[in-house]
C-alpha cells in the first residue's frame, strides 16, 4: 500500500474557497475564527470553555445514553460518552445524512478523518479529553438524497417517498435491497460480513435513526466514536431561546446576508438564509415556518399561530421545531463543547456565511476542517495506467485533457506547438518594433492579424490531436475504459461509490488502510494504492 497527497488546487476538482481556504489565503480571515492548525486548538478550547455552559454536559450525556440504551457499546465509546460530563472534554465533530448502508465513500473518509483527528489532539493535549462525534442528519426530509446506494455499476434503491424527518422514518421494504447486495457481493467471508451488518442493521431496528447509530457503531464504534441524533426533546429544549430569537427577531437573515455578500465579492455563496430559518415538524411532514401579516404559519399545511400561540408550542414542544441548514450549526454548537467541524468543501463554505451570525449570539465559531478526499486504487489499475505511460494524479483530470495528454505523448516527430506560439509572438514583437518606428496605426493590424494567426494555429493543434486520436483509437479507449473504472460517469469515485466493493475485496484491511493512509492535520486529496 502507499499513497500520495495532492493539493486540492491540483485536481482540478474543487471550488475557488475551499483551494483557497486549504492555502490559507488571506482574504478567507474574516470568514473563520481561527485557522486549521495544531497552534488553534489551545486557544479554541480556552474560548469554547468559557461559554458552554456545565449544566448542558449533563443534558448531553443522559440524551446520549438513551440513544445508546439498547446497543452494545464499546469501552472506548462508553468511556468517551462519560467523559463528555467533565468540563476539561471537548469534541470534534463531523456530520452526515442517514444515507443507505453509509452512501457514498466520502462518508467513511469524514469519519475516519474525525477519528484521527481527535486522537492527535488527545496525544498533544494530554490533560485535555477529545470526543470525536458523529451527527446524524436525521432531521432531513430529502429522502430521494439518501435512499441508495451503488455497487460498482449497479444503484441499490429504497423505494417510498418524502415522509418528514428521515430519522423517524420506519425501516421497512428493504428485503429487495438486502437481495440484491447479497446477489452481487462474492461469496465467501467478506460477502457474508456486509450483507450481514447490513440485515443487522436495517432489518432489527425500528427506525432509520436507529439503524443508522446501529451500522456506524458496528463500523467505528471500537474506535471511539460517538454517534449522536440531535432531534431528542432534551437536546432541543437547550436551543428553545435561540428558537424564540429567530421567530421574534430573524437576526439570522440579516446578518448571514450580510456576510454572504461580503463573501461574494471572491466566491460562490453556498446557502441562502430565509426570513425565518426553521421548520415545524408535524406527523410525517417538516414544513417551513414563514410569517403572513401578523401571524404564523407552516407551509403546505393547515397550521396557523399568533406569535403567542407559537410561543408556547415552543415551549410544550421543543422537538417539533427544527433548525435549517443555516442554523443546525449553531445548534450543533449549542449542544456540544465543539472545537472543531470537519466537512466537505460545500459545508465548510456555507459555515463561513454565519462567522457573524456567531458573534451576534454570542457563541465560539469552531475551527473549520476540509475533509481529506481520496480516490482508491487496485494494483490492476495502477498496473494498467503506468503501462499507458499516465501517473496515478491523471486520474483525477478531465478525461478529455488525459486523453490529449496521451495523444500528445504517442508517436516520434510530433510538431513543437508550444515552440511555434513562441516563434510567432516573437515575429510579431519585431514587427510592432517596427511599426511604432514608422506608423504607430499600423500596431492595431498587427494584433488583429497575430490573433488570427493564433487562432489558426489553434485550429492546427486540434486537428492534430484528432488525428493522433484517431490513429490511436484502441489505445485512447483503453484510457477511457480504465478512467470509468476509477470514476465511474466521470464523476470522483468517492461521490460515487459505495465502501460495499471494496470491503468485499479487502475485508478488515480496507477500513485499516484508510486509517493509516489519512492525515488528519492536512487538507488534500489522496491517490491511495490498495
Known sequence: MSSDCLNFKDTHRFSKLVEDYANSHPQLVPFFNRPFCTDSFGPQMAEKAQNYPTSHRAILVDALKEQYAHLKVSKSTLANMESLSKEDTFTVTTGHQLN??????????????????????????????????????????????????????LTLSWAGVNLGPVGRRDVKGLESVLELLQEHLQPGFNGYYLTSLFEKSYNNCTDLSTATRFLVNELFGEDGLVVLDADHPKLKSLFVPY?????????????????????????????????????YIAQNSRTRIERQNDGLFSSGTDYRWSEAELLHELELHPDRFSPNALLRPLYQEVILPNICYVGGGAEVAYWMQLKSYFRTQSMTFPILKIRNSAVLLTSQQENKWLKLGLSKEDYLQPLKQVTDKFALSGGEGKPNFEGLYKQLAEQFDTLKQFAKATDPSFSSALEAQLRKQKKGLQNLEKRWLRAQNKLHQQAIFRVQRNYHSVNPGGKLQERFLNFAPFHNEFGSNFKSQLMHSLDPMTQGFYVISM
Not at 462518508?107 to 490533560?127: G, M, V
Not at 455578500?261 to 455563496?269: D, S
Open 243 to 279: 428558537f424564540q430569537e429567530e421567530l421574534l427577531q430573524q437576526t439570522a437573515c440579516k446578518s448571514i446576508e450580510a456576510t454572504s455578500e461580503a463573501l461574494q465579492e471572491n466566491y460562490h455563496k453556498q446557502v441562502n438564509p430565509r426570513d425565518i430559518n426553521l421548520f
Open 100 to 153: 443507505l448502508f453509509t452512501g457514498p465513500l466520502y462518508f467513511w473518509y469524514k469519519i475516519i478523518d474525525t477519528l484521527k483527528l481527535a486522537s492527535h489532539l488527545n496525544t498533544i493535549h494530554p490533560t485535555k479529553k477529545i470526543v470525536p462525534i458523529f451527527w446524524m442528519a436525521t432531521e432531513d426530509h430529502d429522502f430521494e438524497e439518501i435512499n441508495h446506494f451503488n455497487l460498482n455499476n
